[in-house]
């Protein structure tokens, strides 16, 4: 939504859906000049977008973020009433301010108005500076979007056990996604023991370890690796080692994702060219990556003598093929001769 004296809605959450190419939703903006009418801005975001009729679910999370360039001179709206509306509607609300508008004891207090606390705003000099910005903004998004009510409470009472599975000659491995709040992880059942692989950083809330998990040798050494396709919305892949003469694993290796939604991690490969029974490649699937022209990515890992998976290169689908998720499922071809 834009908003000068004038009010202009520019997509809604159904639009975002039905639209394969979302970035054409941005391009055809062009910016509209006059006054600044924020609280009557964010009276219409709250009542045309956060509900029912412009697209969102009613038991979703909800952020809004006011970027504005100059005080507001609203006669239509107060910001008593405006927030009033966004508090009663649970949105949860972000500022920026852009300018020397915002520069000032007067401007800050603005902002610290329209924000739902006061670490929710940010001033800055130019709309260039937006980009010094934007891990911050996001972060505060994330903060709100996942976990609620007692479901942290829960460590394995619904993990999902079983929603991924290896067996290799030496153990059973079930992916558990849903355990710790959702941080996941997964089991290594060896004969009668048993042994839970997981992080327990703050970041890997809602991280969905254990979404796919396989098995790679090196060097003697056993890896097992597993995807968290949703670790800070971007996924990443966990790469477990094995401790020598114990039933302990150490995590030797994090491979993020770079693209927020993409899934990365959602489906991963070990490949063995060689057939010598030494891992040489991981390939890490993307499905949800989105290009200009396609959908789904996949990344291939080199794995060198000592563990490590470095990148060298990437695959995709073929163009315009619209929502192709390429990459949802991988599997190695054997010894094709």
Known sequence: MQFSHMIKKEFSFYDYKRENRKEDLVDKITQIKGNTFTPTAIKRAVQDLFGLRGGSRIDSSRALVIVTDGKSNDIDTSFEESVKIAEDEKVFRIAVGVGPDFQT?????????????????????????????????????????????????????????????????????????????????????????????????????????????????????????????????????????????????????????????????????????????????????????SAEDREGRVYVFRMSDKGAFTAATTLSGSPLRGQARFGSALAPLGDLD
């Not at 056990?161 to 996941?184: I, K, P, Q, Y």
């Not at 993020?256 to 057939?275: C, H």
Request: proline fraction near 2%; charge should be negative; glycine fraction near 12%.
């Open 105 to 289: 004891a007067d401007g800050m207090k603005e902002l610290s108005v329209i924000a739902s606390k006061g670490d929710n705003v940010f001033s800055i000099l130019n709309y260039e500076a937006l980009g010094t910005i934007e891990d911050k903004l996001q972060n505060k998004i994330f903060s709100i979007e996942g976990t609620k009510g007692n479901s942290s409470l829960f460590e394995r009472e619904i993990g999902q056990e079983g929603f991924s599975c290896l067996l290799t000659s030496e153990a059973v491995v079930l992916g558990s996604v849903g355990a710790f709040g959702w941080r996941g992880g997964a089991i290594v059942y060896h004969g009668k023991r048993e042994t839970f692989l997981n992080l327990t950083d703050s970041d890997s809330r809602d991280s969905y370890l254990g979404y796919s998990i396989q098995s790679a040798k090196r060097s003697g050494n056993i890896y097992y690796i597993s995807g968290a396709p949703r670790y800070r919305h971007r996924g990443q892949v966990v790469v477990f080692r094995t401790r020598s003469l114990s039933n302990s694993w150490d995590v030797v290796q994090r491979i993020p994702g770079d693209q927020i939604g993409a899934n990365f991690g959602a489906e991963i490969s070990v490949l063995d060219l060689t057939g010598d029974g030494t891992s040489d490649l991981l390939l890490i699937a993307a499905p949800m990556f």
